[in-house]
């Protein structure tokens, strides 16, 4: 079933088809910029690109294939589209894209691949990166420890799917008005002392209301009874009268509920320990990968670095923000699916630069190691500006226009992107050095 983290999927997917080709037309420019013929350049480019779009996309096809193993429902939707995605982009960047330029170049097109204003832009730079690791360690690891304390102190606002629970959303009578603090008092009465978690959707007068009452009671009837005391709180809400019955049918005009869902309080246990196995074999087959790929265990833990450093700042944003931003940051199923796609864009980012990394090392045997990785992190960087900007664009329109369902998982990516990106070349490289 296309779930909201199967669509996740198809957005990373997406993110990775743009790096692919983006890598691959990087490094033809290159060549070109060594004065190279179009057709030796484009030769050239697809062969020293192979080694780094391969490297990226096998460690997220392997996290991907120990998802759709340990996950469950949508982490394994998500790990399903994301593993045909990343084999579909890497045919037709490495294949297809290859026979339309090369088709392209023999019927005599001009074919370009910049304008005078990009020729060299970003490719003269000179930063010291790694130098910089001490002042960017000390600013990653005081907000992680705020994040951290941040956790202990306000927690998280978990969504049904980790703690178990019934989850409504009740569209009210346009003619009733409904003051949220009320509803609450009227339904915690309703559910027995039970304080549900009620916010308001971007529909207008339509509620989201989760509520753990009952779910640990087995038997037949317990579900009718929930729709039941819900009835009885919503029912006190002045403006319009309307029957159990109505309150329940979808065609109904005034009050009624529109959509549901109910995880068990098993069922949401079983989501955590599949969501850990998950995130721990992921991360496992990664650092052995590299290890493999790169025969330096720095690199591994390099990699592993970035990634518990996004992980634990996104998670520190949700753990901060909830409440205080207009929009739900419940830590559900899509939040999950959101981590993971951070997981993989940002692991996707740290290979494409330690590929460069280890060409250079081969090359520049007069260079010192902080020297090589500084300029293994200016040469991709142009690769690195392009894809996150254009992974961006896809990211805000999701936040911007994906409706309230998705708004928290869409700023998940757009912190994540962000992060991922600074992680790479402050937080993984360094660590290598």
């Given at each position: 079933?296309?779930?909201?983290?199967?669509?996740?999927?198809?957005?990373?997917?997406?993110?990775?088809?743009?790096?692919?080709?983006?890598?691959?037309?990087?490094?033809?420019?290159?060549?070109?910029?060594?004065?190279?013929?179009?057709?030796?350049?484009?030769?050239?480019?697809?062969?020293?690109?192979?080694?780094?779009?391969?490297?990226?996309?096998?460690?997220?096809?392997?996290?991907?294939?120990?998802?759709?193993?340990?996950?469950?429902?949508?982490?394994?939707?998500?790990?399903?589209?994301?593993?045909?995605?990343?084999?579909?982009?890497?045919?037709?960047?490495?294949?297809?894209?290859?026979?339309?330029?090369?088709?392209?170049?023999?019927?005599?097109?001009?074919?370009?691949?910049?304008?005078?204003?990009?020729?060299?832009?970003?490719?003269?730079?000179?930063?010291?990166?790694?130098?910089?690791?001490?002042?960017?360690?000390?600013?990653?690891?005081?907000?992680?420890?705020?994040?951290?304390?941040?956790?202990?102190?306000?927690?998280?606002?978990?969504?049904?799917?980790?703690?178990?629970?019934?989850?409504?959303?009740?569209?009210?009578?346009?003619?009733?008005?409904?003051?949220?603090?009320?509803?609450?008092?009227?339904?915690?009465?309703?559910?027995?002392?039970?304080?549900?978690?009620?916010?308001?959707?971007?529909?207008?007068?339509?509620?989201?209301?989760?509520?753990?009452?009952?779910?640990?009671?087995?038997?037949?009837?317990?579900?009718?009874?929930?729709?039941?005391?819900?009835?009885?709180?919503?029912?006190?809400?002045?403006?319009?009268?309307?029957?159990?019955?109505?309150?329940?049918?979808?065609?109904?005009?005034?009050?009624?509920?529109?959509?549901?869902?109910?995880?068990?309080?098993?069922?949401?246990d079983d989501i955590s320990r599949s969501s850990f196995k998950a995130a721990f074999f992921a991360l496992l087959l990664i650092f052995l990968y590299i290890l493999f790929r790169f025969s330096r265990w720095q690199y591994s833990m390099g990699a592993i670095a970035a990634l518990f450093h996004d992980s634990l700042f996104v998670l520190g944003v949700f753990s901060l923000l909830h409440g205080i931003l207009p929009f739900s940051l419940e830590v559900d199923q899509a939040f999950?699916?959101?981590?993971?796609?951070?997981?993989?864009?940002?692991?996707?980012?740290?290979?494409?630069?330690?590929?460069?990394?280890?060409?250079?090392?081969?090359?520049?045997?007069?260079?010192?190691?902080k020297e090589i990785i500084n300029m293994a992190i200016n040469s991709t960087l142009s690769r690195t500006v392009i894809t996150s900007l254009l992974t961006m664009v896809v990211v805000l329109i999701l936040f911007l226009f994906g409706g309230s369902s998705i708004r928290g998982?869409?700023?998940?990516?757009?912190?994540?992107?962000?992060?991922?990106?600074?992680?790479?070349?402050?937080?993984?490289?360094?660590?290598?050095?």
């Open positions: 079933v296309l779930t909201l983290p199967g669509i996740a999927g198809l957005v990373l997917t997406m993110g990775i088809a743009v790096d692919i080709n983006v890598v691959i037309y990087e490094r033809i420019r290159e060549e070109l910029r060594m004065g190279k013929t179009i057709v030796h350049s484009i030769q050239e480019g697809f062969k020293h690109s192979l080694s780094a779009v391969i490297d990226a996309n096998v460690t997220t096809l392997l996290s991907s294939m120990v998802m759709a193993y340990f996950g469950l429902g949508p982490i394994k939707g998500f790990a399903v589209v994301l593993i045909i995605g990343i084999l579909f982009s890497m045919i037709t960047a490495i294949l297809i894209t290859r026979f339309l330029i090369d088709w392209m170049v023999k019927r005599g097109m001009d074919v370009k691949f910049w304008i005078p204003a990009t020729k060299n832009a970003l490719t003269n730079i000179h930063i010291d990166w790694v130098g910089m690791r001490k002042v960017t360690y000390a600013i990653s690891c005081g907000f992680i420890l705020i994040g951290i304390i941040s956790y202990f102190s306000r927690g998280f606002e978990l969504g049904v799917d980790f703690k178990g629970g019934y989850s409504y959303n009740v569209s009210f009578d346009q003619n009733t008005k409904v003051n949220i603090d009320d509803l609450r008092k009227n339904l915690t009465t309703a559910f027995e002392g039970a304080v549900p978690v009620v916010k308001q959707v971007d529909v207008a007068n339509t509620f989201n209301i989760t509520t753990s009452y009952m779910i640990d009671k087995g038997g037949e009837g317990v579900d009718e009874k929930v729709v039941e005391k819900l009835y009885n709180g919503i029912s006190k809400i002045g403006g319009s009268s309307f029957t159990l019955e109505q309150f329940k049918s979808t065609d109904f005009s005034g009050t009624k509920i529109i959509s549901s869902s109910k995880v068990g309080a098993t069922v949401a999950i699916a959101a981590l993971l796609t951070i997981i993989g864009y940002s692991n996707n980012d740290t290979v494409i630069v330690f590929d460069r990394m280890r060409e250079f090392l081969h090359i520049h045997k007069d260079k010192t190691e998982f869409a700023f998940a990516l757009v912190v994540g992107i962000i992060v991922g990106t600074y992680s790479s070349i402050f937080i993984a490289a360094p660590v290598v050095y």
